[in-house]
């Protein structure tokens, strides 16, 4: 008793003290009491000027378990020797900043002493209790382990209220979505008499039986039948018996989806009024549930009049091209919206859009209906053009190791231009296509509409633009190493200053690769340098590559080698590569001219059906590339666009030119000087059936030609098809075909065929795309076949498979996959079916 009276004495003496801190703590809405049992007061009378400026002479902290005074002082952001006001802002700050630390359920503050112009300060704060253990019941130890991980519930957290009702409710709906409905969660604390301040916590799950739907019934629907409806929810289905390749749950936010999807169903057909009365729950005695939902179908529709108004860019002829909309057709709103306002994606033809396209940043479109006479509905398109934006600044971040003009030469927007969604959009995709850079890049568009420009920063971010290669292991009976380097964003004029080695000269968008590989049977190394930008000022590549490599004979029985006999091979090639303007600006034509000498010392190698042990065998050829890549934004994840190239490679006809008697001549001099001609077509389409999801389609044809009858196919430059399609020998300048669910060149004859085709259907879904890996999931179903000439030539004679992988694309490995095939056609020369296959792929795509 001696002890409240003392209490009520101070807190008489220092009343308007009091009512400052109430009034602060209720501004702030914290929860504060004004006296406190553990507190000691004092019985003088304390007085402070409002509003005067004072010296914080020290600050007590009373009510710690845990935490030192220290802390606390450091929490609130005071220091001794500080000037404050009273009342004012940093005491205010300092109460905040305590609640903030999310360690603390309630804080006061009291005067406790006034020294002249030096004040100082006693808080007294409440600690909140500590996590220290947390049991779940009712789960398995997997669920259980995953269930803390997602919510807060760890070690040393603090136990407040919000932890508890948020984590009550993280872990039912982490069940409810599942379809258990009847979820019940309860959590208990109790003290932990092993520490201070801590609790212990007990979370009881009980989840019950999964729910099920057993019907979906309508009411009111007249113009759409309950099936169709059904069909509508996509989200939300029946329980029904061999239903297994979609579960039958109930998520309310996915039901909600699915009413607003009907809805639009409607709209779409012109019943615009429609809306759902009502939409009940019942539960059935088994433990299922039923839907009903009530509809308003309303009146069906039709546009009447389309008036545009304020339109002075674009005709009304212009603009109804866009629109596609024709008086008589259903009134469907959501199209109108699409078409005016776009469909969201970066492909989307509206009116909208080709003002902004046209610089008129700060247009605006809008349809309204202006008048509705029995079920035709007159509407208005109100277009305010407002004057042409222009570019005033574009400006990267993001880019720590790329230069600059690497990536400013890709963008499509400059400053001056006028304003162009669809610019910025290709813009975007350029960044993507260059493979250094994450592919979410991030347009700011900043406008001035006062001066009507705008300013655009585009936000990288970087990954690693160089590869190692680095294996080992045993074939042909001995061992084989491996060393490869590809630096795909070098930098060359950098090469000779020490201060660029980090740790190569990099960000000039420059491709160096290396290769070097050796085992007992033979050496190889080749070089290859690309420079995309020839000259820097127009999108013209310069690519040159050596090649060297020497084999030596083995001995497939004792698998000795004999380095005295060896075949030679040096090859180089320079190639020309240039971006078109026509017939758009998607397109490319590349030029290259290759050259490999064979050299032969007593090695006997297999040249078609005879074999060659000495001599010299030389290939010359020019090879055009026409082509088209319109496909992005992600060079490994593409979602939209395209890829297509026609291709033709040819050597000089040097028999056309030459007397010789091909029946009488030698193996050396027939083939002294190879001569062919090829000619090819790739097509890739991507299209985005859902957000993560891609349908890739392929078609691909090749054909290798011969000038002279006489001397006929070449053995060399021949089709090899089936397996994974990687090039594991290309001496004889072969080109793989990979057709998975076969053996590696399987589907060709030994010497290799001289037509091939190829076609593919590829579903693929993105699991992540973060610039540290790119994973994909796929499944496929392609066919294809190799034909020795025309005789044989059926496009339709393929062979099938389907399968399903994975990828996984790390920027310094590149890409990895695996897939497993079903090979269901029978394989050349037998009665059996190929069956499974296994296919590991490494550094490319299909």
Do not use: C
């Not at 001696?2 to 914290?30: G, H, M, P, R, V």
């Not at 046209?358 to 509905?377: H, M, P, Q, R, Y």
């Not at 400006?395 to 400059?414: A, M, S």
């Not at 994450?438 to 971010?461: L, M, S, W």
Request: charged fraction near 25%; aromatic fraction near 12%.
């Amino acid at each position: 008793m001696e002890k409240q009276a003392s209490k009520l004495q101070y807190l008489k003496s220092n009343l308007s003290i009091t009512i400052l801190f109430i009034l602060l703590s209720s501004n702030l809405s914290l929860t504060a009491q004004t006296v406190k049992d553990s507190i000691p007061q004092k019985k003088t009378n304390l007085s402070y000027e409002s509003g005067k400026e004072y010296i914080l002479g020290g600050i007590t902290v009373t009510g710690l378990r845990k935490f030192s005074a220290s802390t606390v002082k450091v929490f609130t952001g005071l220091k001794d020797g500080q000037l404050i006001k009273l009342p004012g802002d940093k005491l205010t700050s300092a109460i905040k900043k305590l609640y903030e630390s999310k360690q603390f359920s309630n804080v006061d503050v009291y005067l406790a002493k006034i020294d002249g112009n030096t004040v100082y300060l006693q808080f007294d704060v409440k600690e909140l209790p500590q996590l220290n253990n947390v049991t779940f019941s009712g789960l398995s130890k997997s669920k259980t382990k995953n269930l803390i991980k997602e919510t807060d519930l760890k070690t040393g957290a603090m136990v407040t209220d919000n932890l508890v009702v948020t984590s009550k409710n993280f872990i039912r709906k982490k069940f409810t979505d599942k379809g258990f409905l009847k979820t019940d969660v309860s959590i208990t604390t109790q003290v932990d008499s092993s520490d201070i301040n801590t609790v212990n916590m007990l979370v009881d799950v009980n989840k019950g039986k999964k729910i099920k739907i057993k019907n979906i019934t309508f009411k009111g629907n007249k113009a759409l039948s309950a099936s169709k409806l059904r069909g509508i929810m996509k989200n939300t289905r029946r329980s029904f018996p061999g239903r297994f390749w979609k579960g039958s749950k109930y998520i309310d936010e996915d039901y909600q989806e699915d009413l607003e999807s009907i809805l639009d169903k409607y709209s779409r057909l012109g019943y615009r009024d429609a809306r759902i009365i009502n939409d009940q729950l019942s539960w059935n005695d088994n433990n299922t549930i039923n839907l009903e939902i009530e509809l308003e179908e309303g009146r069906q529709y039709r546009f009447g009049e389309i008036i545009y108004v304020g339109n002075k860019k674009y005709t009304d002829e212009q603009l109804n091209k866009i629109l596609k909309i024709q008086k008589g057709d259903l009134y469907n709103g959501s199209v109108l919206k699409e078409r005016i306002s776009g469909d969201g994606t970066p492909s989307s033809e509206d009116i909208q859009t080709l003002y902004q396209d046209s610089g008129f940043l700060f247009s605006s479109v809008n349809a309204v209906e202006t008048k509705v006479v029995n079920d035709s509905i007159t509407v208005e398109i109100r277009i305010r053009e407002d004057e042409q934006a222009t570019i005033k600044k574009v400006t990267v971040v993001g880019n720590d190791k790329t230069n600059d003009h690497v990536i400013f030469r890709e963008l499509r927007v400059k400053p001056g231009d006028l304003f162009s969604r669809t610019a910025i959009i290709r813009s975007i995709r350029e960044l993507g296509q260059l493979g250094f850079f994450d592919t979410n890049v991030v347009p700011d568009v900043k406008p001035d509409y006062q001066n009507k420009t705008a300013d655009i920063e585009f936000t990288v971010v970087e990954k690693g633009g160089s590869q190692i290669e680095l294996q080992g292991g045993y074939g042909g009976g001995s061992f084989i190493g491996t060393l490869g380097l590809s630096f795909n964003n070098f930098s060359l004029k950098n090469i000779f200053k020490k201060d660029a080695y980090k740790p190569l000269p990099m960000g000039d968008g420059q491709s160096l690769s290396l290769r070097l590989q050796s085992s007992r049977t033979f050496n190889t190394y080749s070089f290859s340098f690309t420079e995309p930008w020839l000259g820097g000022k127009r999108p013209q590549s310069l690519s040159f590559s050596i090649y060297s490599s020497k084999q030596f004979q083995l001995n497939p029985r004792t698998f000795d080698v004999d380095r005295s006999r060896n075949l030679g091979i040096l090859g180089a090639s320079i190639g020309l590569g240039k971006r078109l303007r026509w017939p758009d600006d998607f397109f490319s034509l590349s030029q290259t001219v290759s050259y490999q000498n064979f050299t032969l010392n007593d090695y006997g190698f297999r040249v078609g059906s005879d074999v060659l042990s000495d001599g010299s065998l030389n290939n010359l050829s020019y090879n055009i590339v026409f082509s088209r890549n319109s496909a992005g934004p992600s060079l490994i994840f593409p979602t939209r666009g395209s890829t297509f190239s026609l291709g033709a490679k040819l050597t000089f006809p040097y028999s056309l030119f030459s007397n010789k008697d091909y029946d009488n001549i030698s193996v050396a001099e027939k083939y002294k000087w190879l001569e062919y001609y090829k000619l090819s077509y790739k097509g890739k389409w991507y299209s985005k059936l859902a957000e993560k999801l891609v349908l890739m389609t392929n078609t691909e044809v090749g054909f290798l030609g011969y000038y002279n009858r006489e001397l006929g196919h070449s053995p060399f430059e021949r089709y090899f098809v089936g397996g994974d399609g990687i090039a594991q020998f290309q001496l004889d300048g072969r080109e793989t075909v990979g057709i998975r669910g076969y053996e590696n060149n399987r589907l060709s004859t030994i010497d290799g065929g001289t037509i091939y085709t190829k076609y593919q259907l590829e579903l693929r879904y993105s699991i992540t795309d973060k610039p540290s890996a790119s994973i994909y999931t796929l499944g496929f179903i392609e066919a294809g076949n190799s034909y020795d000439n025309f005789r044989f030539f059926n496009p339709f004679d393929v062979k099938r498979s389907a399968g399903v992988g994975i990828r996984v694309f790390m920027p310094a490995f590149g890409l990895l996959g695996i897939d497993f095939a079903h090979g269901f056609d029978t394989l050349p020369g037998t009665n059996s079916k190929s069956g499974w296959q296994t296919h590991f792929i490494i550094g490319r795509q299909f």
